[in-house]
């Protein structure tokens, strides 16, 4: 009898232990991972897996906040990279973002360098808001949240 109590008592063990593993892997994938369904076309998805404290690398679309919102976009220039503004055609290193619109509330970027702890990002979208104009200008290292990755395009 007590050895079918050991048996029963081990097995139990192992299944808590199994489903505490569980539970923990779960918590922690919930708690790294979230869906983003985007509203803007800024860049060409419209749903996200945004993956938590995961730096981005140039390439890759960057999930940080401004003034108070979480913002997707494209991370396309790091800290001493050129950033060139040619007839409003901006420019950082030899890639082309595209073109700024001026008008009375967009001004675009002038030439320069990226400054440490900050990066250039931009959308894909012509009329996208980044940091091909000054008024949304470099975005602090800081404040990045994660990096995404496309599910379901536009």
């Given at each position: ?112 360098v990226i400054p ?29 949240r994660g990096k ?7």
């Amino acid at each position: 009898m007590r050895e079918l109590y050991h048996k029963i008592s081990e097995n139990v063990k192992s299944v808590g232990l199994l489903f505490g593993s569980l539970i923990l892997i779960i918590w922690l994938l919930i708690s790294q991972i979230c869906i983003v369904v985007l509203t803007s076309e800024s860049i060409p998805y419209r749903l996200c897996l945004q993956v938590y404290n995961i730096p981005p690398k140039v390439g890759d679309i960057c999930v940080f906040d401004y003034k108070g919102k979480k913002f997707l976009k494209y991370l396309v220039g790091t800290a001493g990279d050129k950033v060139r503004n040619i007839n409003d055609n901006i420019y950082v290193g030899d890639f082309m973002v595209g073109k700024a619109e001026k008008n009375e509330i967009l001004t675009p970027v002038s030439s320069g360098v990226i400054p440490e702890g900050y990066v250039f990002v931009a959308g894909t979208h012509p009329k996208s808001f980044d940091s091909r104009y000054k008024e949304f200008g470099f975005i602090k290292v800081s404040d990045f949240r994660g990096k995404a990755y496309g599910l379901i395009r536009w």
